[in-house]
């Protein structure tokens, strides 16, 4: 099971790949923004930071198919390691998964609010994708069905396509989809921090050192041997 950032702040991802089993990065054009640089110098910095083994999954901006087809070539081709071309699922979008996939190139396709579209991109070839659990719910859907649908959908059909779901704003959504049956998930850094960041945890520790110390006095173990 995949688990990703969402996000182009280097100072998050270099910490979160220091302490956690990270698998990647996901980037689009709103995340990239944010950083206010400029774009192919931050996927660079990105990479250096990941390495060349953990997925970068860049996205496309334009609309129509001939354009998405090249703008993946032009980032497979200016960014080393394992690159995934994020593609939004609109009718262009398919046509240039379809395109892609006969090159070679991998892709992700994004926007996924229903299991319909995320089956047909799946038939297209692409490698990922990317159901929006949180913007479902605020439309009042169920992200969590829709990704355990994809996944009973993908499974029956013997789809090669992995669920990377997407779109959190709480880690209860997150761990809900990892029992609905997805491969991964691609989340806030401050969201993946809090899996692990929890008070009790804290005050636990802080009890035990305060024990240890009250009788052996050092801050730390000193095994020696006899
Ligand atoms: O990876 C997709 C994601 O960035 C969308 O998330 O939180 O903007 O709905 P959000």
């Keep these: 099971m995949r688990l990703v950032i969402d996000s182009a702040d280097t100072k998050w991802i270099k910490k979160l790949v220091d302490y956690f ?6 980037t689009n054009p709103s995340i990239v923004v944010k950083e206010k640089k400029p ?29 998405i087809i090249q703008e993946a070539e032009s980032i497979v081709n200016a960014i080393s ?10 009718m262009e979008g398919i046509k240039a998964i379809k395109h892609l ?15 319909m579209n995320a089956f047909l991109a799946a ?6 994708v990317a159901p929006y659990v949180n913007r479902i719910d605020n439309l009042s859907g169920n992200g969590v069905k829709v990704v355990e649908e994809i996944e009973a959908i993908f499974r029956k059909h013997e789809l090669k396509c992995e669920i990377l779901a997407a779109s959190f704003k709480n880690v209860q959504q997150i761990q809900q989809v990892c029992l609905a ?24 520790v ?18 020696e041997a006899e």
């Design 21 to 26: 089993p990270i698998d990647g990065v996901t």
């Design 39 to 67: 774009f192919l110098p931050l996927l660079r910095e990105i990479r250096s930071l990941i390495g060349d083994d953990k997925d970068l999954f860049v996205q496309t901006i334009s609309t129509d198919a001939k354009g």
């Design 81 to 90: 390691g394992k690159v995934v071309v994020k593609i939004p699922v609109t």
């Design 101 to 115: 996939h006969s090159l070679g190139i991998r892709t992700l396709a994004t926007t996924v609010y229903t299991p």
């Design 123 to 128: 038939k297209a070839g692409a490698d990922f």
């Design 181 to 204: 049956g997805a491969h991964g998930v691609t989340a806030a850094p401050d969201l993946i921090e809090s899996f692990i960041k929890i008070p009790s945890i804290s005050s636990n």
């Design 206 to 223: 802080e009890d035990f050192k305060r024990d240890w110390v009250s009788l052996y006095g050092e801050e730390h173990l000193t095994i």
